[in-house]
């Protein structure tokens, strides 16, 4: 094809890809439009499961175009706070775990009372990847709670 032979108007709409954009000019607006997806609340979660077990409604699916996925927990509640607890000075400790497809992929542990604002950057290729989080006590005779949480899942 001679350069000039083409117009515009001859190319459909949404017929060229980015990968066939002079990177240069592959700005972001030009790119596919950035995904995010939140959870429901948690609620009032607990558990006193030695194992890793789901916490309720902390679990989003988002499509990637393959460039990080920022994980968050976040309050699920305008103007209040969400936050982990453990019975402090009990010897036991909580454990929250983000996993994808079911794969622990970060973890933490905590004593007492936190704020559930914990975050983790995920790095993979494009797909459509599903996120959950998982919480466990080091003791079962003390159960870990997630208070008025929820997971949001922002690709960047």
């Known amino acids: 094809i001679?350069?000039?032979?083409?117009t515009t108007a001859q190319i459909t709409d949404d017929s060229i890809t980015t990968?066939?954009?002079?990177?240069?000019n592959n700005t972001r607006a030009k790119l596919s439009s950035v995904g995010q997806q939140y959870s429901s609340s948690c609620g009032n979660f607990s558990t006193n499961s030695n194992t890793p077990v789901n916490v309720t409604n902390l679990s989003v699916t988002i499509a990637s175009t393959g460039r990080p996925i920022m994980l968050m927990l976040t309050s699920a509640v305008y103007n209040s706070y969400a936050y982990l607890n453990i019975a402090n000075g009990s010897g036991a400790s909580g454990?929250?775990?983000?996993?994808i497809n079911g794969n622990p992929i970060s973890g933490w542990l905590f004593d007492g009372s936190v704020p559930?604002?914990?975050v983790f950057l995920d790095i993979r290729g494009a797909g459509t990847w599903t996120y959950t989080v998982q919480a466990r006590t080091t003791n079962s005779s003390y159960s870990v709670s997630v208070i008025n949480a929820k997971l949001l899942?922002?690709?960047?």
């Open 2 to 6: 001679t350069t000039g032979q083409i």
């Open 19 to 24: 990968i066939k954009i002079v990177d240069a």
């Open 95 to 99: 454990e929250i775990v983000f996993n």
């Open 116 to 118: 559930a604002s914990h």
């Open 153 to 156: 899942a922002y690709e960047l």
